[in-house]
């Protein structure tokens, strides 16, 4: 089964640090890729997703990430933070087997520091 | 934009009693899905639904959970007697099609504390 692993449980910056928040799944066949934010009191919404090519996908907000199949990794990186990014970033995958549903990581709590 | 819609935004019940959250899909959407977020620990699936029946579900759906769409608009995760480990955010969710590059559209959950 397909599972996603967030190392990083709550990170803190401050405005204008680049960002990097790492996000490993383990799942042999194709998968497809997520990154999910949620702002305080609201849904989740999508960042930014892999389904095949261009390893480096781009985002909205000036979010990318990169999907790295010998590290099982999709990483999701931002050059400089903002204060509105404080959020809850999840990675999710997936899978094969013709599911659809949706396999979450624990989440990253961002706090950008104005 | 179209959005998912969930009602209520928090529910709190007494532990044996049954509970019925409602959602809203987006309205060109096939597949609806709920998971749920207990407190501090990752999002989970827990049924996903397709042409009025189950298409998949985890192990948490057990028996005491069943979805419905009753009207063709709203899309219900129904808890027949719950239990304190119920108390999670639940959230829906709807995309267009099974293949193809669609992504799941959430809704803003529901918050359900069960005493």
């Known amino acids: 089964a397909q599972s996603v692993s967030q190392h990083n449980h709550h990170v803190i910056l401050s405005e204008a640090a680049s960002l990097e928040l790492g996000c490993n799944y383990s799942?042999?066949?194709?998968?497809?890729l997520f990154w999910y934010v949620q702002y305080p009191g609201q849904h989740l919404q999508l960042l930014l997703k892999?389904?095949?090519?261009?390893?480096l996908v781009k985002g909205i907000k000036g979010f990318e990430a990169e999907f790295i199949k010998s590290k099982f990794s999709f990483n999701l990186r931002k050059p400089s933070v903002q204060w509105s990014d404080t959020a809850e970033y999840f990675c999710?995958?997936?899978?094969?087997?013709?599911?659809?549903?949706?396999?979450f990581g624990t989440g990253t709590r961002l706090t950008v520091i104005p | 934009e179209p959005e998912v819609t969930q009602t209520p935004s928090h529910q709190v019940t007494q532990m044996g009693q049954e509970v019925i959250l409602r959602c809203v899909p987006i309205?060109?959407?096939?597949?609806f899905y709920w998971y749920r977020q207990i407190l501090g620990q990752k999002v989970e699936f827990l049924v996903s639904?397709?042409?009025?029946?189950?298409?998949?579900k985890s192990e948490i759906f057990d028996d005491q959970f069943s979805v419905e769409r009753p009207d063709g608009s709203n899309f219900t995760l129904k808890i027949r007697s719950t239990k304190l480990e119920d108390s999670a955010m639940y959230f829906c969710?709807?995309?267009?099609?099974?293949?193809?590059?669609?992504?799941?559209?959430f809704g803003p959950g529901t918050r359900l504390t069960v005493l």
């Open positions: 969710a709807s995309r267009t099609e099974l293949a193809g590059l669609n992504e799941q559209f």
């Open positions: 799942y042999g066949g194709t998968v497809n």
């Open positions: 892999y389904f095949s090519g261009d390893p």
């Open positions: 999710a995958v997936r899978g094969g087997t013709g599911a659809n549903n949706l396999f």
């Open positions: 309205s060109n959407h096939l597949y």
């Open positions: 639904f397709y042409n009025n029946e189950i298409s998949e």
